[in-house]
C-alpha cells in the first residue's frame, strides 16, 4: 500500500506522489537485512518483509492463492533498486534474547542527518510461521526527542493491523493506520491517515486484489484526500493495479487518469536479478525509465545493487561481510550527469 502520509501538497498532479513518498527510511526487521539496518529509521506504514503475510516465492504452482496486498505488488522489482547514500554511518545492533533487539545508529553526512539514534525492536510470542510472529513493536529516538514507532499485530489468521506514529519537536506529525484482510484468494486492505477531525483533513486508501489465476492478479486503488492545502478542498483518484507472473518473470503495473507506472523482474540466474520501472505522466508529459539489477557472489559473500535511469543519474551500493566477524561493510556512490554532482558514502555494520 505504501505511505499515505504527504509532506506537501501543491497540486492535483501531484496527489500521486503525495500518496507513495515518505521522508522516513524503512522499518528494520528482527533479522535485520543489510539494507534495512543501514537504514535503521521507521517508515510509517512499512512492513518488514520478514514478517510479511505475502509471500509470493512460497506460492504452489498451478494453484490460486491469495495475491498479497497492493503494497507488496511491485516489491520483486523495487528491492533491486539501491538505498543509495551519502557520507559516513555506523551501525551495531545487539540481540538481548529471541524476542527483542536494540540498535545504535551513528550518521555523519553534509546533507544535513548527521546524528545518533536509538532503536530497539519487540517480537511477540504468537507464532504465525516460522520466521513471522506477532506482536511487532518498532522505535527509535534521537537525543532532540523525535520519536518514530510501529505496532504491528494480528487478530486472526486473516485480519493485520498496523499503527504508526511520528513525533517531531513534541508534536504529532504524521500517523498511519493500516489494516490487511487475506482472503483464500484476494486481499482487502483500508488506510486512514494524518486524520485531523477539527482541520477536516486526512487520507482515505481503499485496496483489493483478486487473484484470477495462477499467475494474474488484478484489482483497484482508490484514495481520498481532503483538507485546507488540497486544491478544491478534497481529491479523488481511483487506479486500476495488475502483475502477471510466470516462473523467474513478473510484470505489473498501475494505471491512473493521470499516470501510468510499469514493473518488470525477472531472475536471470541464482546470482543476476534484474528489474526495470517504467513512470509516464500525461498531466506532466514526461516519463522516466530506470533500470536496476542485483547480482551475488556467495563465494565472497558480497552483494552488488547498481541502477541507472533516463535522467542520468547512476548509483550503486556494494555490501561484503567480512566473515567470520560480525561485520558488513558498506560502499555507496551515486553520481548525477544532469547536476553534475557526485556523492560517496561508506558505511560498517557490527552484529
Given at each position: 500500500?505504501?505511505?499515505?502520509?504527504?509532506?506537501?501538497?501543491?497540486?492535483?498532479?501531484?496527489?500521486?506522489?503525495?500518496?507513495?513518498?515518505?521522508?522516513?527510511?524503512?522499518?528494520?526487521?528482527?533479522n535485520m537485512g543489510l539494507e534495512s539496518r543501514l537504514n535503521s529509521d521507521i517508515y510509517l506504514g512499512s512492513t518488514p518483509s520478514s514478517f510479511t503475510e505475502a509471500n509470493l516465492e512460497d506460492s504452489q504452482i498451478g494453484t490460486i492463492q491469495s495475491p498479497g496486498?497492493?503494497?507488496?505488488?511491485?516489491?520483486?522489482?523495487?528491492?533491486?533498486?539501491?538505498?543509495?547514500?551519502?557520507?559516513?554511518?555506523?551501525?551495531?545492533?545487539?540481540?538481548?534474547?529471541?524476542?527483542?533487539?536494540?540498535?545504535?545508529?551513528?550518521?555523519?553526512?553534509?546533507?544535513?542527518?548527521?546524528?545518533?539514534?536509538?532503536?530497539?525492536?519487540?517480537?511477540?510470542?504468537?507464532?504465525?510461521?516460522?520466521?513471522?510472529?506477532?506482536?511487532?513493536?518498532?522505535?527509535?529516538?534521537?537525543?532532540?526527542?523525535?520519536?518514530?514507532?510501529?505496532?504491528?499485530?494480528?487478530?486472526?489468521?486473516?485480519?493485520?493491523?498496523?499503527?504508526?506514529?511520528?513525533?517531531?519537536?513534541?508534536?504529532?506529525?504524521?500517523?498511519?493506520?493500516?489494516?490487511?484482510?487475506?482472503?483464500?484468494?484476494?486481499?482487502?486492505?483500508?488506510?486512514?491517515?494524518?486524520?485531523?477531525?477539527?482541520?477536516?483533513?486526512?487520507?482515505?486508501?481503499?485496496?483489493?486484489?483478486?487473484?484470477?489465476?495462477?499467475?494474474?492478479?488484478?484489482?483497484?486503488?482508490?484514495?481520498?484526500?481532503?483538507?485546507?492545502?488540497?486544491?478544491?478542498?478534497?481529491?479523488?483518484?481511483?487506479?486500476?493495479?495488475?502483475?502477471?507472473?510466470?516462473?523467474?518473470?513478473?510484470?505489473?503495473?498501475?494505471?491512473?487518469?493521470?499516470?501510468?507506472?510499469?514493473?518488470?523482474?525477472?531472475?536471470?540466474?541464482?546470482?543476476?536479478?534484474?528489474?526495470?520501472?517504467?513512470?509516464?505522466?500525461?498531466?506532466?508529459?514526461?516519463?522516466?525509465?530506470?533500470?536496476?539489477?542485483?547480482?551475488?557472489?556467495?563465494?565472497?559473500?558480497?552483494?552488488?545493487?547498481?541502477?541507472?535511469?533516463?535522467?542520468?543519474?547512476?548509483?550503486?551500493?556494494?555490501?561484503?561481510?567480512?566473515?567470520?566477524?560480525?561485520?558488513?561493510?558498506?560502499?555507496?556512490?551515486?553520481?548525477?550527469?544532469?547536476?553534475?554532482?557526485?556523492?560517496?558514502?561508506?558505511?560498517?555494520?557490527?552484529?
Amino acid at each position: 500500500m505504501g505511505n499515505v502520509i504527504a509532506a506537501s501538497q501543491k497540486s492535483s498532479a501531484k496527489i500521486e506522489d503525495k500518496i507513495n513518498v515518505s521522508t522516513l527510511p524503512p522499518d528494520p526487521p528482527v533479522n535485520m537485512g543489510l539494507e534495512s539496518r543501514l537504514n535503521s529509521d521507521i517508515y510509517l506504514g512499512s512492513t518488514p518483509s520478514s514478517f510479511t503475510e505475502a509471500n509470493l516465492e512460497d506460492s504452489q504452482i498451478g494453484t490460486i492463492q491469495s495475491p498479497g496486498t497492493v503494497e507488496d505488488l511491485h516489491k520483486k522489482c523495487k528491492d533491486l533498486f539501491p538505498s543509495v547514500f551519502e557520507g559516513a554511518k555506523l551501525i551495531v545492533s545487539n540481540g538481548i534474547n529471541n524476542h527483542f533487539q536494540l540498535s545504535h545508529t551513528f550518521t555523519l553526512s553534509s546533507e544535513g542527518g548527521s546524528g545518533y539514534r536509538f532503536g530497539g525492536t519487540y517480537v511477540g510470542t504468537k507464532m504465525i510461521g516460522p520466521n513471522e510472529a506477532y506482536p511487532i513493536l518498532q522505535g527509535d529516538i534521537d537525543p532532540r526527542g523525535n520519536i518514530n514507532s510501529t505496532v504491528i499485530h494480528q487478530f486472526g489468521p486473516k485480519l493485520t493491523s498496523r499503527l504508526s506514529v511520528q513525533i517531531q519537536n513534541g508534536k504529532l506529525s504524521a500517523s498511519q493506520l493500516t489494516n490487511d484482510y487475506k482472503g483464500d484468494n484476494c486481499t482487502c486492505s483500508l488506510a486512514l491517515a494524518n486524520l485531523d477531525i477539527s482541520k477536516r483533513a486526512g487520507v482515505f486508501v481503499a485496496h483489493y486484489l483478486q487473484s484470477v489465476s495462477s499467475n494474474l492478479a488484478l484489482g483497484s486503488e482508490l484514495v481520498y484526500q481532503c483538507g485546507r492545502n488540497v486544491p478544491g478542498g478534497e481529491m479523488t483518484m481511483l487506479s486500476a493495479v495488475a502483475r502477471y507472473s510466470l516462473g523467474d518473470i513478473v510484470v505489473s503495473g498501475a494505471l491512473g487518469a493521470e499516470s501510468i507506472h510499469t514493473y518488470y523482474y525477472q531472475k536471470v540466474n541464482e546470482e543476476l536479478q534484474v528489474g526495470v520501472e517504467l513512470e509516464t505522466n500525461y498531466s506532466l508529459k514526461g516519463s522516466t525509465l530506470s533500470v536496476g539489477y542485483q547480482y551475488d557472489l556467495p563465494v565472497t559473500d558480497t552483494c552488488f545493487r547498481g541502477t541507472i535511469d533516463s535522467n542520468g543519474t547512476v548509483g550503486a551500493v556494494l555490501e561484503k561481510k567480512l566473515n567470520p566477524l560480525p561485520f558488513t561493510f558498506l560502499l555507496s556512490g551515486v553520481m548525477s550527469h544532469k547536476q553534475k554532482q557526485f556523492k560517496l558514502g561508506c558505511g560498517l555494520i557490527i552484529g
